[in-house]
């Protein structure tokens, strides 16, 4: 396939128009494809939890209202195997709800922590979070930049995951296999609006038809085509409800007349006792 050309977005850029995003990226595609953007959706730290990026869910309805296809990453201060897949796990809370159709990342970079703790902590970390949002159906990937991968990770024990690695030179390099390579911080691609600040990257596969295909990242098995889905919206005033009511341990559901012969024969499938109101 032809190379696709993307960006990633935080809130240090601040309110996008994604608008003028979309028709941009489909300009420096060719107009024959509507690129990418990577979506940062917050960090995961030992001392509080997972904080949410301040652009996070505006970055996504954007990109999802003008159809661009998009993935997530989330940044890592994580000190632990077990802190790093609890990491990746409040991570995929927050996504749980969409269908990026792009990766899943873990963004590793230079903490103090990561500096000390040699290259075998880190890949365990690494791996730890991968496996995670793996376990959970996602595409997972690591962000790292090319002389973090080479200097403090053990390469040869990541090739099961999709590396997204920073690294700012004239061409691209062997030295670690990327399938989207981040070439610039300094908007090469000429975005308008965003002046000589803004990441830039190059996809080199298909990620949507893959994804799609396998059925991960919530898509259905098989699925096909390049529209990015949008959120469901759920009614106002749902048909049917179930409470708890603890007084006599009745579940009490309030139905609506076309879904009250399904409930009644699920009912009697479980056996379970009816008493209509």
């Given amino acids: 396939m032809a190379n696709v050309y993307g960006i990633d977005v935080s809130k240090w850029q ?3 128009d994604w608008s003028k ?3 941009e990226l489909k300009r420096v595609n060719g107009n024959k494809n509507p690129g990418f953007v990577i979506i940062k959706v917050g960090n995961s730290t030992m001392s509080s939890g997972f904080t ?3 652009q996070f869910k505006k970055n996504v309805a954007g ?3 003008y159809g661009i296809p998009y993935g997530f990453y989330y940044y890592s201060y994580d000190q632990s195997t077990a802190n790093a897949t609890k990491g990746a796990q409040a ?3 927050q996504i749980k709800v969409y269908k990026p159709s792009y990766p899943v990342y873990i963004d590793m970079e230079y903490e103090q922590y990561n500096i000390k703790c040699g290259k075998a902590a880190n890949t365990a970390m690494l791996k730890a979070a991968c496996a995670a949002m793996e376990a959970a159906g996602y595409y997972a990937g690591i962000y790292c930049s090319r002389n973090f991968f080479q200097t403090y990770t053990n390469l040869n024990e990541l090739t099961a995951y999709t590396l997204w690695e920073a690294g700012y030179t004239s061409s691209d390099t062997t030295a ?3 399938d989207i390579w981040q070439y610039s911080s300094k908007n090469a691609l000429k975005i308008a609006g965003f002046g000589s600040s803004l990441d830039c990257n190059v996809a080199y596969k298909d990620f949507p038809s893959i994804i799609k295909k396998a059925g991960l990242n919530g898509w259905p098995k098989g699925s096909t085509g390049t529209t990015t889905p949008t959120t ?3 009614p106002s005033t749902p048909a049917s409800t179930c409470d708890w009511n603890s007084s006599n341990n009745d579940f009490v559901v309030t139905c609506s ?3 009250r012969a399904q409930l009644k024969a699920l009912c009697d499938k479980l056996q379970l006792p009816v008493r209509n109101a």
């Fill in 91 to 93: 991570f995929i809370q």
């Fill in 257 to 259: 007349k076309g879904d």
């Fill in 232 to 234: 469901p919206t759920q």
């Fill in 63 to 65: 990109a999802e209202k």
């Fill in 176 to 178: 670690v296999k990327n």
């Fill in 52 to 54: 949410l990026d301040g």
């Fill in 14 to 16: 601040g309110t996008i």
């Fill in 21 to 23: 995003m979309a028709t």
